[in-house]
């Protein structure tokens, strides 16, 4: 990033409170810290920045872009329909409307069935069928916290990202995240994703 006049900033990615421990991110600032890899401008923590999510996802409430869904774990669990990283994709049960008696637990955004496409710049050329391939997926989870997805798009927009240089395990995200950047009229920043370090199993290192 300097050398092409640029500037690397840290964000410390601890949206999903319940799972992030202080100690880890004691641990990563001085990691970096030791291996001379020091970082422009203040850390950023999600944790501190649930208002701008808030005023995001109601941006999106508001035009219409969002659903309630009232579907439990346990109901998803029992789709036999797959998405593109494994995960159960929605096949959107409350998409048109909660059923009757049940009250929402989690917001999801609307996707389109037709590709989102865009030119990696390690990976090359990406289409993914979002409705196809992930199902509307969720941006306020059911136990109140954002979603990974809302967060990094509303931030890297904040802090006027330009260049995301990545793992290769977040590629499948990105079509998610530049769907969610048309939604909310944000820029579309430049992405390479990296390909990760792996044990003989094909599990990634860290």
Do not use: M
Not at 58 to 80: H, N, V, Y
């Amino acid at each position: 990033a300097r050398h092409r006049g640029g500037e690397w900033w840290l964000r410390i990615e601890d949206v999903d409170e319940p799972r992030c421990r202080p100690e880890a991110e004691v641990q990563q600032l001085a990691a970096l810290e030791a291996f001379g890899l020091t970082w422009d401008g203040p850390v950023w923590r999600q944790s501190e920045r649930k208002a701008v999510y808030r005023e995001a996802l109601e941006q999106l409430k508001a035009a219409g872009r969002i659903f309630p869904c009232a579907c439990t774990r346990r109901e998803l669990a029992d789709s036999s329909l797959l998405a593109v990283d494994g995960a159960q994709r929605y096949p959107g049960t409350c998409r048109h409307g909660l059923p009757t008696g049940r009250t929402p637990r989690a917001w999801r955004l609307i996707v389109p069935d037709q590709d989102i496409g865009f030119t990696d710049a390690v990976q090359g050329p990406i289409q993914q069928n979002l409705a196809r391939d992930v199902g509307d997926f969720v941006l306020l989870r059911a136990d109140g916290y954002f979603a990974y997805q809302l967060a990094v798009v509303v931030d890297d927009a904040a802090q006027g990202i330009t260049h995301i240089v990545r793992g290769a395990d977040l590629l499948d995200s990105t079509p998610r995240q530049i769907w969610l950047q048309r939604c909310l009229g944000l820029p579309t920043p430049a992405y390479a994703h990296l390909p990760v370090a792996v044990n003989a199993a094909g599990e990634k290192l860290s």
